[in-house]
């Protein structure tokens, strides 16, 4: 075995496979950074090269992208508080407010480290895994599946915030969320609502955008300055590095959280970096400041989605099953160069195998190498006047929301959930806890039934089952002791809390809480208009957060000023009393004005169009450098959209001429 592992060490390093598995790398660099691509999309604009190339090379190439991409997806989390894919979700809640805080470089070189570490961990475990690991994985049935999900979702427990009633209000409604479209059990269709749009249900990359990118963008244009309000990027490079190292054990429990995550198939990078997060909050006890800046929010998730790629490769090679849409790709990728993954990657591929262990161990290596050399340069962007970039974060997040089914109904449900992600941050509703509940609602719900089905209520006595469940309550048990809030302070000044003294002040708060009530109330009718197996899963979930709205709703009216249920960022926000601050709804409306052009005439006309106005209106630009800025982001957008054979959005009136490339 020693043997074919050096061997297959010494074929990778030939300079026609490290030229490749660069090419690899350097796609995946790019497609990291533009938020919402992901890796689907670059593994996809690869596939068509592999015909005709030689194992080794199209493996390395393949396996650089894949590598790369949940390092370099830390530049927009980091930098503009938008999750680059699923996997760098819970970067944002500690990486933004380092950055807001000019600690940009200092985020990322730590981020860069802790990615490039968590990926070589993932790759040795591989290594030692590769032959032992196939009974281990064939023990988890769907029981243990289930009882993976429910450990999920106790991560709620840490994000809830200071309010537990909103957090798993907050859970619920990303639960039903989840729910939208056909049952699991039944494959009838639920809360559709006559839509053709909702019957595959809301993509991934909708529901992250919009929670967490849209009031972001809002939140940042009223603000009217850089994203940063220092300038201590120069010694944040080596700060960075010393944090990986001081805590280094940290990164390694996530990585091996990743590892194991990452093998199990059916979980994945959605919730890999949301239960690192948990775990670093429920195990850190020195000054912990999670949500407001703690650079351990940020190692503990880069170093476990990286370690999840290693750990996917597992189930994928050897039995042909993807963990995730990117392994998905990669296992086509395997079969056109005529590679069958199954027991025969650890008897007469084993050198197949090792190459692709190497090339995932050197290829998290050169790119993180890449990105700590571009992070201070990089990190610079924060120093700009956020009006000037917030047009290039507009068109992007809205091409990349496109994507996700090609439908125009793709940038309408953007801006919709962008309303209820700004309100959300508004009255301190957690975010986080509702992107939980929305990507692990299809597991749980499936795994359930698929245990019920199979073993009855008898599951619940398998011992992998009653071990994961004490798990699950011991999660839960140190989440509510050291709960995260993602929101801003519950009340500011004295005469800030005095404000929510008046009844009249808390009527917004209770008017967005009657309003979650209501889709509790839509969702419980109809859930009741399906099948037991279709109806129970909604149904309870609706129930519980009803349950949650009944204990809210009275605190938010009767209870005192400065209750830890009350938030109205508008009233007691730090922006409060600030000279220059703009509307609370400027920023989704400039989107929505986009969103609407597009409609009407197509999204690259919208482009031309919007870019000027935007510029120069809220921008104040000169007209030379918003013809040379407008230029640049047409090109780009042309560009990319060229290389990855991706669609613009057609208007209404494109319907009427016949126009050519790009403009239909």
């Known amino acids: 075995m020693i043997e074919t592992l050096l061997s297959a060490l010494g074929s990778l390093l030939a300079v026609e496979h490290l030229f490749f598995m660069l090419i690899g790398v350097s796609v995946g660099l790019i497609i990291g950074v533009i938020p919402g691509l992901g890796g689907i999309a670059g593994l996809s604009l690869l596939i068509p090269f592999l015909y005709g190339m030689d194992e080794i090379s199209a493996l390395a190439m393949l396996i650089g992208l894949v590598a790369v991409i949940p390092t370099s997806d830390t530049f927009s989390s980091v930098l503009m508080g938008i999750p680059g894919s699923s996997a760098s979700q819970a970067t944002v809640l500690d990486g933004f407010p380092l950055a807001r805080n000019g600690q940009a470089a200092r985020a990322l070189s730590a ?58 209000a907050a859970c619920c409604v990303g ?31 909708i529901v992250g955008l919009g929670f967490f990118a849209i009031p972001e963008i809002a939140d940042l244009l009223r603000r009217n300055a850089a994203i940063a309000q220092g300038n201590a990027l120069g010694a944040g490079w080596f700060q960075g590095l010393r944090d990986w190292w001081a805590n280094v054990w940290l990164s390694i429990r996530c ?150 089914t090609r439908s125009l109904a793709d940038l309408v449900a953007l801006v919709g959930l962008g309303v209820l992600g700004v309100l959300m941050k508004r009255f301190g509703w957690p975010r986080p806890a509702l992107l939980i509940g929305y990507v692990l609602a299809p597991q749980a719900e499936t795994y359930f039934y698929q245990a019920l089905q199979f073993n009855g209520w008898a599951f619940l006595g398998r011992p ?68 037991f197996l279709a109806q129970v899963f909604p149904l309870s979930v609706a129930l519980i957060g009803l349950v949650m709205s009944a204990i809210l709703l009275p605190q938010l009216w009767f209870s005192k000023a400065g209750h830890h249920a009350h938030c109205d960022n508008e009233l007691t926000g730090d922006h409060v009393g600030q000279d220059g601050m703009g509307n609370l709804w400027g920023g989704l409306a400039w989107i929505t004005g986009l969103v609407a052009m597009t409609a009407l005439v197509g999204f690259y006309l919208a482009l031309l169009v919007f870019f000027p106005i935007f510029l120069r209106v809220r921008a104040q630009t000169g007209w030379l450098a918003t013809v040379i800025m407008t230029a640049a982001a047409a090109g780009f957008v042309l560009l990319l959209a060229w290389a990855l054979s991706l669609n613009f959005p057609s208007g209404v009136l494109q319907d009427f001429a016949d126009l050519p490339w790009p403009f239909r």
């Open 111 to 168: 981020a860069f480290i802790s990615s490039m570490f968590g990926g070589v961990f993932g790759a040795i475990v591989l290594t030692g895994f590769v032959v032992i690991a196939r009974p281990l994985i064939l023990s988890f049935g769907s029981a243990e599946l289930f009882m993976l999900a429910l450990f999920g979702l106790s991560m709620v427990a840490v994000l809830a915030g200071k309010s537990l009633a909103k957090g798993l």
């Open 255 to 404: 990585s091996g959280f990743g590892c194991i995550i990452g093998a199990i198939p059916g979980l994945g990078g959605s919730v890999v970096d949301w239960i690192a997060y948990g775990h670093a909050v429920q195990t850190v006890k020195k000054d912990p400041q999670f949500g407001k800046g703690d650079i351990r929010g940020v190692i503990a998730p880069e170093s476990a989605n990286n370690a999840m790629q290693g750990g996917a490769l597992l189930p994928t090679m050897l039995f042909g099953i993807p963990g995730s849409g990117a392994m998905a790709v990669f296992l086509g990728g395997m079969v056109l160069l005529g590679i069958e993954p199954g027991p025969s990657m650890v008897g007469t591929d084993l050198n197949i195998t090792y190459s692709i262990i190497w090339s995932l161990a050197l290829a998290n290596i050169f790119g993180a190498g890449i990105c700590l050399l571009l992070a201070l340069p990089i990190s610079k962007l924060t120093q700009i006047p956020f009006q000037k970039l917030a047009p290039f974060m507009i068109v992007l997040i809205c091409f990349a929301a496109f994507q996700a």
């Open 175 to 205: 639960l039903i969320i989840g729910s939208i479209g056909g049952a699991p059990a039944t494959g009838e269709f639920r809360m559709i609502f006559g839509s053709d749009y909702l019957y595959d249900g809301i993509p991934l990359v």
């Open 464 to 531: 992998g089952v009653i071990a994961l469940g004490l798990m699950t309550l011991a999660s839960v048990w140190f989440g509510l002791r050291n709960r995260v809030d993602e929101s801003a302070p519950t009340a500011g000044s004295d005469q800030q809390i005095h404000k929510l003294t008046d009844k009249a002040s808390r009527l917004p708060q209770l008017a967005f809480g009657a309003g979650i009530t209501a889709i509790f109330l839509l969702a419980a009718e109809d859930s009741l208009n399906h099948g």
